[in-house]
């Protein structure tokens, strides 16, 4: 397995929730990693990435200030921190790495997805 998300749950609305993604060192370091998140009935649509080579990052318009994306290089790990959460982030979260020469914001500019978790925001 070369990217492992985690930290899916149950929060309600207003609450917070830290999601996780491990890689394996080789996609790590050589790979901008990115949230996408896809909700019941709906398309998968980015959340945000943070490069590997700048640390640079993008997120979608409806998260930003409530979500921040970040690394830690010492456990190979990206993290979504996801605050003041909305019934309208619900939906299962993806981690995906990619090496594209522009920063990506769409799956196609992506090469390696991890399995998903599953994020609800409900009262």
């Known amino acids: 397995v070369q990217l492992q998300a985690s930290g899916g749950g149950l929060v309600q609305p207003g609450g917070s929730l830290r999601l996780s993604c491990t890689a394996s060192a080789s996609i790590f370091n050589r790979h901008h990693i990115g949230w996408f998140r896809q909700a019941p009935g709906k398309e998968r649509e980015f959340v945000a990435t943070?490069?590997?080579?700048?640390?640079?990052?993008r997120y979608t318009a409806s998260v930003k200030g409530r979500f921040t994306i970040s690394r830690d290089d010492a456990r190979n790990t990206v993290y979504l921190q996801m605050d003041t959460l909305k019934p309208e982030d619900t939906g299962v979260y993806y981690c995906?790495?990619?090496?594209?020469?522009?920063?990506?914001?769409?799956?196609?500019?992506?090469?390696?997805w991890g399995q998903g978790t599953q994020v609800t925001v409900s009262s």
């Open positions: 995906a790495a990619g090496r594209a020469l522009v920063l990506p914001t769409t799956s196609d500019g992506y090469d390696y």
């Open positions: 943070l490069s590997f080579r700048s640390g640079s990052t």
